[in-house]
């Protein structure tokens, strides 16, 4: 054998156990639902804009423990589950869950704090996605504008009018839109203008090299005055270091998301910063 044909036979081997382990995931995702391998992690957003760092909201960000594979990332199965429809079921447990968890936090704490959850693509061609959200809201005692829905900046160029119209629609409903992983997408200028959203989210591609690479600090200085002339509060995520989250702040951002402050936390461990914050907001008042 030569060797183009051996490289041949492994490049096939290598996608076929590929296929297998997305048609393994797609297979046992149901089950995987009903025996709760899912959990909804949460990832704390801080506000910067004042003379501490304040706990302002969370992301909520879907993790499976599946029992053969261990921890497996959304990396490998949101887009696998948006192929099929599976992510339709998907999204509306960690919506459930999050809005469950908002209100958990009201009840033990006696603290408001809005939970961004990650709306698919394929999920804002749904009619009744204000339906759900509403009703999903309203069992939990909770106003809309306590589920932020984060929305990838690159939906919105999939079919515009059909996006735009169907944010619009939430919007209407008490709904605030953060658009996600701002700057990977293509937006027109022109579009950015008429667009119906409450916050810009940068993607965090930017922010990994910004203190060494001089035009990468200029462009999310740009990014920030296009939220700055949309008026629009700025999120920054996948900030690791203090030297990123202070040149941030120099630049007018205004919420940091990243492992500089936490990472994705089990609620259990989220409910010990809430306590932080709380001792903290207690301190600043003696
Ligand atoms: P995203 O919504 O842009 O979420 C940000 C990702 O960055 C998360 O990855 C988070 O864990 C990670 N991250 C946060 N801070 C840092 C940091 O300082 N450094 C680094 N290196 N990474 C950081 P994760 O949880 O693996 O999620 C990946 C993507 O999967 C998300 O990107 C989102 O697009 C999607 N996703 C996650 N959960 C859901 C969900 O429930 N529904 C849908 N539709 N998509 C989801
Ligand atoms: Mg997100
Ligand atoms: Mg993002
Ligand atoms: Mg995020």
Not at 6 to 17: A, I, K, T, V, W
Not at 20 to 35: G, P, T
Not at 70 to 94: T, Y
Not at 227 to 236: F, M, Q
Request: include cysteine; proline fraction near 3%; charge should be negative.
């Amino acid at each position: 054998r030569n060797s183009y044909v051996s490289c041949f036979d492994f490049y096939n081997d290598e996608q076929h156990g590929k296929e297998l382990y997305a048609e393994r995931l797609i297979n046992d995702m149901d089950r995987a639902l009903s025996e709760k391998q899912f959990r909804v992690f949460y990832q704390p957003k801080y506000s910067i804009t004042g003379s501490q760092p304040r706990l302002s909201s969370a992301e909520a960000l879907i993790r499976w423990f599946h029992p053969e594979f261990g921890m497996v990332s959304p990396g490998q199965f949101i887009s696998l589950f948006e192929e099929n429809g599976l992510i339709q079921k998907l999204d509306r447990f960690v919506w459930n869950e999050a809005a469950a968890q908002i209100r958990q936090w009201k009840d033990c704490y006696g603290i408001d704090i809005p939970v961004s959850v990650n709306v698919s693509r394929v999920n804002m061609f749904n009619a009744h996605l204000a339906d759900i959200l509403e009703n999903i809201a309203a069992q939990n005692g909770l106003d809309h504008a306590e589920l932020l829905l984060e929305i990838t900046e690159s939906a919105y160029t999939d079919n515009s009018d059909q996006i735009v119209e169907a944010v619009n629609k939430l919007r209407m409903c008490g709904f605030r839109i953060e658009m996600d992983d701002f700057g990977s997408g293509y937006s027109s200028l022109n579009m950015l203008t008429t667009l119906p959203i409450d916050a810009l989210k940068l993607d965090m591609k930017f922010i990994r090299e910004i203190c060494e690479n001089e035009k990468n600090e200029r462009l999310v200085g740009i990014m920030i005055d296009i939220a700055r002339l949309l008026e629009v509060p700025v999120i920054a995520e996948g900030v690791e270091t203090k030297e990123q989250m202070e040149l941030l702040k120099r630049l007018g951002c205004n919420i940091i998301q990243g492992y500089y402050f936490s990472k994705p936390l089990p609620p259990e461990e989220f409910g010990i910063l809430i306590e932080k914050e709380l001792r903290e907001k207690k301190d600043a008042y003696n």
